[in-house]
């Protein structure tokens, strides 16, 4: 059997760092994509907590479990349109993507220009094109009122798209001050510091009393989606894109009836549908997002950096973390 370098989920907090995984086999209709950056994701932090749903332990965590944003190159290819040596955004067809190798399908690949400067910033077109995705299911934005409640990477990627897409204002809200830094970088017209400020109350008074057409949520925690709920006009919109990490729990249900909340999610393997346009979008420059591919960290650092990740508020700077193998 064939090995491979490959994390693994061990306990609450705790991954390590394999070299003896099995290395996956391709079936008809497939490639193998060697790996070069795979990146963390907000929806590993629950898994990598065990938290809520994730405590289970009855959960089968085999090595690379979860990680789904890698870009490599194809080593072994049984799909006719994608030969070895492309260059790749690849979906790990059975979602172990924190390892060396990982088995795709065409339908979760995106082709990359040969010799691009930066290969790494490219992983960002994984998260933006979860994005693009609620943006289709969203409805038009131009000339609204948009509040983005979380600005990690993601919460980043909806700020940035809010703005080139038309929006009339978009609120950026953190609990993290160093991140407000980075909204308004990347495009934010007014900042909220969750952590000292009356997030409700800062967005009646930047929209005039009016609140917001549409607000994502895009951290995951219920306190979170709690405030997330709030801020929506009468029969606005909320946007719920961050992965709870419980099945049930507290939300203001009243409010968001009597508000005529229009809710809205969005999870399923559908994004890879555009990846493509994620990738191109990238290349001709109409999104600028690379600065966010940061920090960049060698393979043996995972156990730093899923600790940096779950703690950013101990990681300024710290954003779409790569691990670089
Ligand atoms: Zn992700």
């Not at 370098?5 to 193998?32: H, N, T, Y």
């Not at 308004?184 to 057409?213: C, H, K, N, W, Y």
């Not at 405030?227 to 894109?241: E, N, T």
Request: proline share 9%; net charge negative.
């Amino acid at each position: 059997m064939k090995t491979m370098r490959a994390i693994e989920f061990i306990g609450p907090s705790q991954v390590r760092l394999r070299d003896d995984a099995p290395r996956p086999e391709i079936s008809d209709g497939e490639v193998l994509v060697h790996c070069r950056y795979v990146a963390l994701c907000g929806t590993n932090m629950g898994p990598y907590l065990y938290d809520g749903r994730w405590a289970d332990p009855k959960i089968a965590r085999p090595p690379g479990w979860l990680g789904h944003e890698n870009i490599g190159f194809i080593v072994e290819s049984r799909a006719p349109q994608w030969p070895v040596g492309t260059p790749v955004l690849a979906h790990p067809d059975d979602y172990n993507g924190f390892a060396e190798y990982i088995r795709s399908k065409p339908a979760g690949l995106a082709r990359l220009p040969e010799n691009l400067p930066d290969l790494a910033e490219m992983i960002v077109a994984q998260p933006l094109a979860t994005v693009l995705r609620a943006m289709v299911r969203t409805g038009p934005v131009i000339q609204q009122r948009c509040a983005v409640v979380g600005q990690g990477p993601m919460g980043l990627i909806f700020t940035h798209l809010l703005g080139r897409m038309g929006a009339r204002q978009i609120i950026a809200i953190d609990q993290v001050p160093w991140r407000l830094k980075w909204a308004m970088r990347f495009g934010a017209s007014d900042v909220i510091d969750a952590s000292s400020e009356d997030v409700p109350a800062a967005v009646r008074r930047l929209t005039q009393g009016e609140m917001v057409d549409f607000c994502v949520e895009a951290v995951g925690r219920p306190d979170a989606l709690s405030l997330a709920a709030r801020l929506p006009r009468r029969q606005g919109r909320l946007y719920v894109f961050g992965v709870p990490h419980h099945d049930e729990q507290p939300f203001p249900w009243f409010h968001t009836v009597a508000n005529e909340t229009e809710i809205i999610t969005s999870m399923g393997p559908e994004c890879m549908e555009y990846f493509q346009t994620a990738v191109d979008m990238i290349v001709r420059k109409s999104v600028d997002l690379g600065a966010m591919v940061t920090p960049r960290m060698p393979w043996d650092k995972a156990v730093e950096a899923f600790q940096m990740y779950a703690h950013p508020e101990t990681a300024e700077g710290s954003l779409k973390l790569t691990l670089v193998l």
